[in-house]
């Protein structure tokens, strides 16, 4: 495996995929919050806002989990052949909400009937839930590891997704990217919907720190591996800390009305929660507690070091471009929403 | 049923849904970007009213697309998990340039091209619609690379051995340039534009039948035959590139085309037939030794038939694909013949003068969906017992742990989601063009007749 200033392929790559996993959680999650939150909307106009101010940008959110997956299949392809065969059943239920997502937030807009909006209301809703929530518990198994057999390949019933550390980080998953989402249509919207963002961001705030707070004390009692990283090197223990300090800062910068600074909180909630999980498990993408012997990791998942070498070729030249094009894209719809002909 | 069955139906199924869309964006995309273009030439409203129309019907096509190509990508690590592993050092890195170059660039700017009229001028708004072209253009490129390789795999190499085997990047371009990808690209190209060409037929047909929108719908009508026109020609000289390379590459796929069973005698080509693959007998109506004369210019040279090649290694559903293959060519020239007479009449300024013609053209949207469709399957079936052309087989492909309950659950998961999904699709399009391309907010701005009076005026 070839190298580059010192650091191995694999590990630039998986650098790379976690860039590219937390770029997807910090963009698609404000619009999933949103959607998650959308119910808590009563009024038409509030909603037609709500869905206007993730409008032009959702679909190119949703890019980053498609340049994620290929990520993967890219750079490890023994990874993704496991992940998506073992999380065969959580993964269907994820993909059809992907689909009524996209169609709930196309459609809802094409009729001016009140049952036909209602109806897409609540598909955009418990979809964009039930995304947040298999994300969540993907994340969970893939943290607390899978049982694998010698082929590297999933070893346990479909149910076992279903354990209470995995259910913790779904709820987690689910409470931060509505306090996310609740952020960002504040910093979209004005007066009466702006105010009742306002009051909902505090509520999200408070039902993610307990949800936090119990999936921590979860994994020191009963998920030992997790821990050890910290356990045996404290210098890392800053990242927790800066955790911490990222999520005080939400409700204080939400309660001065600084709601930019208060997205960049939770946006470094995020990146900070994928970070930590990361250096959790490295050099495990896939960890296997009842057989280790079996896991698979960055090394033993890796494509060759020439696709390696392509793949950051390529990830060199993409990454500025899209950044640049997806600024531009941030930076032409900035601002409070204003519905007007073209909109949902 | 066995799983490998039921996981081959459920991606024929997913991806034969999926592929109604993608190809209209790519055709719709280049209309947009000539309407939009001679609306910022001339200034005429009539291009802009059909350019905000084909945008709206864009977002709706685009939006379907995106949802089940997510679904794509997915399902080879799902259903397909040796596969990937065998593949993953190749196919990664395509699928990892589409999202990156392609599907980004695409979707990035179609949030400007759908609601930003208002927010951006309009050299910047036909900008995007350029950008929102090439983007899906781009992305055909890498998801028909990496389909070629499994036709013809190049540049690489196999490491380990049995269920451990995979293949290896030993030459990044010889991937990308693999002996068919070329060809079979340009051919896939065309049958996009002409999805989109004929879409803005029929619909545009459709409103001077009933006398709508007529200004738009002539001016429209008439950009889109000549696309149509052009691209239905060049797709006869890209098929047949695609074909002259299946007969030297694949030359069980291209037996199984014409069902030509015995590799010493000269090869037939049928305009309508069917083959007994029990009796290996094909019937019908025939030009005798037209393929050898395709393939080697001589109409009695022999061509190698189903016979040589062992039966575990060729197609056995020979009949289907030689229907497919048939059907696709003759709907290939169907369209030649349409858009040739459309385009006489309109030369001779009798285009919209004939009823049964604009009729014909209401109809003719189905065509180029179809022969894509059946092209596919033609090369998909064709390639078959094999996943990976001559190195890995589709029965070997498969997710070894997910059993036959789990993906019959996710096939009628999606047999239900997608049968909704296209009745809603089919129901809002039937909206949207009921409606029509002048809006409520455009009659707004005719009558006002001041707000765009520039088209290069920046808000």
Same mark, same amino acid.
């Given at each position: 495996?070839?190298?580059? &200033? ?20 910090? &963009? ?8 998650? &939150? ?180 979860? /994994? ?40 930019? +600074? ?44 020439? /696709? ?16 640049? +094009? ?17 909109? +949902? | ?136 253009? $781009? ?73 709508? $929108? ?246």
């Amino acid at each position: 495996m070839g190298s580059y &200033l010192g650091i191995e392929y694999t590990v630039w790559w998986f650098l790379v995929f976690g860039a590219v996993i937390s770029g997807y959680a910090i &963009l698609d999650g404000f619009d999933l919050g949103a959607g998650a &939150l959308h119910l808590f909307l009563n009024k038409e106009e509030s909603r037609r806002i709500a869905l206007n101010a993730i409008g032009p940008v959702w679909d190119g959110n949703e890019v980053w989990l498609v340049i994620g997956g290929g990520a993967l299949f890219a750079g490890f392809p023994v990874a993704y052949a496991a992940i998506f065969s073992a999380f065969y059943i959580p993964f269907m239920i994820f993909m059809v909400g992907i689909i009524f997502r996209a169609v709930a937030i196309e459609f809802r807009s094409k009729e001016p009937m009140l049952w036909w909006r209602k109806l897409w209301d609540v598909a955009y809703c418990v979809s964009s839930i039930v995304i947040a929530l298999s994300l969540g518990l993907m994340l969970g198994n893939v943290a607390e590891g899978i049982p694998l057999n010698q082929d590297r390949e999933f070893a346990g019933s479909w149910l076992s997704f279903l354990n209470p550390f995995a259910i913790l980080v779904s709820l987690t998953t689910l409470a931060l990217f509505m306090v996310h989402g609740a952020i960002y249509l504040t910093m979209k919207t004005e007066n009466r919907l702006y105010a009742k963002l306002h009051l909902l961001t505090n509520n999200f705030t408070i039902f993610f720190v307990v949800t936090f707070v119990i999936t921590t004390l979860y /994994t020191l009692l009963y998920i030992p591996h997790l821990s050890d990283f910290f356990r045996s090197r404290p210098g890392f223990f800053v990242i927790p800390v800066l955790m911490t300090a990222t999520i005080a800062n939400i409700p204080r910068q939400v309660k001065r009305g600084k709601y930019r +600074y208060a997205f960049l909180s939770s946006a470094a909630t995020i990146a900070l929660l994928l970070i930590m999980v990361s250096l959790e498990v490295f050099p495990y993408l896939l960890y296997s507690p009842q057989n280790p012997a079996n896991s698979i990791t960055i090394y033993n998942a890796a494509s060759s070091s020439k /696709t390696m070498k392509i793949l950051l070729i390529i990830a060199l030249i993409g990454t500025p471009l899209v950044g640049v +094009y997806t600024s531009f894209v941030f930076w032409t719809f900035k601002g409070k929403v204003k519905l007007d002909d073209m909109s +949902y | 049923m066995n799983v490998e069955i039921l996981a081959r139906i459920q991606f024929a199924f997913t991806i034969a849904f999926h592929y109604i869309y993608p190809p209209l964006s790519i055709g719709l995309g280049l209309i947009i970007v000539i309407m939009e273009g001679l609306y910022l030439k001339t200034g005429n409203k009539v291009y802009e009213h059909a350019t905000r129309f084909w945008i709206r019907i864009f977002a709706l096509i685009f939006g379907i697309g995106v949802a089940t190509g997510i679904i794509m990508e997915f399902e080879f690590g799902t259903n397909w998990a040796t596969y990937s592993k065998y593949v993953g050092d190749i196919f990664g890195s395509a699928l990892a340039a589409e999202g990156i170059f392609a599907f980004a660039l695409e979707s990035g700017f179609l949030g400007i091209l759908i609601f930003g009229w208002n927010r951006v001028g309009p050299k910047v708004h036909f900008f995007s619609a350029i950008m929102v072209f090439l983007g899906s253009l $781009f992305s055909a490129v890498w998801i028909v690379v990496a389909n070629s390789w499994q036709q013809t795999p190049a540049g690489f190499r196999i490491v380990g051995q049995g269920m451990n085997a995979r293949a290896e990047i030993t030459d990044f371009w010889a991937m990308v340039f693999n002996p068919s990808s070329m060809d079979r690209l340009i051919h896939v190209w065309n049958g996009a534009i002409l999805a989109g060409a004929f879409m803005v037929l029929s619909v545009n047909a459709w409103y001077i039948l009933r006398n709508k $929108f007529t200004d738009i719908a002539k001016e429209s009508f008439k950009i889109a035959l000549l696309v149509a026109t052009v691209f239905s020609l060049l797709q006869l000289l890209a098929g047949h590139k695609s074909g002259e390379g299946v007969a030297v590459n694949q030359p069980a796929k291209l037996a199984a085309m014409e069902g030509h069973y015995d590799s010493f005698a000269k090869a037939d080509m049928y305009l309508l037939g069917y083959v007994n693959n029990k009796q290996k007998k094909t019937s019908g109506i025939k030009i005798p030794g037209g393929l050898s004369y395709i393939v080697h210019g001589k109409f009695d040279a022999p061509i190698k038939g189903l016979d040589a090649f062992d039966p575990s290694a060729r197609p056995t559903q020979i009949n289907t694909i030689f229907q497919t293959y048939h059907i696709m060519v003759a709907l290939g020239m169907t369209m030649i013949l349409l858009t040739l007479f459309g385009s006489y009449l309109w030369w001779r300024k009798k285009l919209f003068d004939k009823k049964w013609v604009l009729v014909a053209f209401v109809w003719s949207v189905l065509l180029p969906q179809i022969a894509n469709q059946a092209g596919w399957f033609t090369a998909e079936i064709g390639r078959q017992p094999w996943v990976v052309y001559g190195l890995l087989k589709t029965s070997d492909a498969l997710s070894k742990t997910v059993k036959a309950n789990q993906v019959i659950f996710s096939l009628v998961l999606f047999t239900i989601v997608y049968i909704i999904l296209f009745a809603l699709f089919l129901f809002l399009l039937n909206r949207k063009i009921q409606h029509g391309p002048a809006d409520d907010n455009a009659k707004d701005e005719i009558e006002e007749g001041t707000k765009r009076d520039n088209p290069l005026m920046i808000h």
